[in-house]
């Protein structure tokens, strides 16, 4: 972290004599330290980040609502879905390249403003294409946040602290889906339904993220002093990491280079093999957790199912397991991911395979068992383990990748990891339900078990190719 440090000099002069140009200049100085600070950036990253999912997921929150006033099928509801994924994944990858050539804090103060500003949009429209307009340009601007903060957040923080950072930054989003949820409760409960109040949600919903983006807006893309040092090591053999340079293999391309460098940049990004291994195991956790969320309401809910919950009480019991479940995996999966790097070679990654093997157990209990109890036990457990390798993973490919190539490696990781995994298998995971009479625990055991499996054995042979690239990074001439 940047400390600010007061020139003693400064102590001796009468403040009278300074000229007002000279207060000016010491005043901007000291704001631009202030947005310099680290920890100020990353409280700002992770506010964003919760209203970032607060409008993703505020959508989800008003579905009911949306599905009667526009006389919605299912199948409708289910192409908003995938036009916001797909936007989002295809998006992610130009935004990506944008970031790692003109300006990280631009970027996202771009996308944040694009995303709330549909948000906001959303309460006005009358029409379904509008609808699905709105979902879809939200996609395009929460794309731009996740490449682009990634690699800014990454500039802030040394090697060794990243995982735990990462971790943190990411436990924003479970503030996100709290907050949508009770937003539209609270609206349900003073508005008359006729009133349609969730067009207020959306447009409420909108505001916060135009003032974020008018702060991000005087962050610096690093800060003006390295925070990598040699003193800082990893047992992974990371000696020194300066964000001033670049690897041999010519990452950095020039600012000023056209579609041609851009694709070099692609081609650089996949040729580290930690890319490969962090877009696997995304897609596997993706192909697991999306279903999981979509139909955890519906499966408490469901005559089919052992609990037959009411509404309120659904929205209580799937709402506690996620928040739950999901802080403490994240939190807990940083901690552990740095324990683990300081004493192992491919600690972060290990990390990842200690969370998605602790999941596969707690995950089928809690999907076979007819008692409440122990169905919010096992779930908050699963939920857990299945977000512990958030922030490992997202550190893991931040110390893999030259750091002016971050953004466009985070870019690439998100498309692919989506494509390969949730944009598909909700659909999948719906269709056996629906042939097993809308079972939903089965289809989600027969397509989450060998998933968990797949990627636990891939994590921990992954720890190796990940150790071998972050040592390679590390030694590379700079």
Known sequence: MIEDRQDDTAKDTPEISESAPARKASGALARGKWMQNAKVVFWLMFTINAVNYLDRLIVVAVGPALKADFNLRDSQ???????????????ALPCGLLADRFSRTRVITFGVSLWSLMSAATAFVRSFPLLFFTRAMVGVGEASYYPAGSALLGAYYPLKKRARIMSGWQSGQLVGMVLAFAIVALLDSIIDPAREPWRLAFFITGIPGLILALFIWFVKDKPDVSVESSQELESDGAEHVDDAHVDAHGAALSLSGGFGAMMQSVGTVLRIRTIWVVVALQALMFIV??????????????????????????????????????????????????????????????????????????????????????????????????????????????????????????????????????????????????????????????????????????????????????????????
């Open 289 to 478: 957790v999306t279903p999981a969320i979509t139909f955890l309401p519906i499966y408490v809910h469901s005559e089919n199912g052992p609990f037959h919950l009411k509404s309120n009480t659904t929205a209580l019991v799937a709402g506690a397991i996620i928040v739950i479940g999901g802080v403490s995996g994240i939190l807990l999966g940083g901690v552990l991911a740095d324990k683990m790097s300081a004493r192992f070679r491919g600690g972060r990654v290990l990390a990842v395979s200690i969370g998605f093997g602790l999941a596969i157990p707690f995950y089928a209990l809690a999907l076979l068992t007819s008692s409440l109890p122990l169905f919010i036990l096992f779930g908050i457990i699963a939920v857990m383990a299945l977000n512990l390798p958030v922030g490992p993973l997202v550190a893991a490919l931040t110390d893999a990748t030259p750091p002016l190539l971050r953004a466009t490696a985070f870019a690439v990781a998100l498309s692919l990891a989506h494509l390969l995994g949730d944009v598909w298998a909700p659909y999948l995971v719906g269709g056996i339900s629906t042939g097993l009479h809308e079972h939903a625990n089965l289809a989600l055991l027969i397509v989450g078990l060998p998933c968990l499996a797949i990627a636990a054995i891939a994590a921990f042979f992954g720890a190796r190719i990940y150790s071998s690239d972050v040592a390679k990074q590390a030694h590379q001439k700079v």
């Open 77 to 91: 509801i289910g192409i908003l879905s995938s036009a916001f994924i797909l936007v989002y994944a295809v998006a």
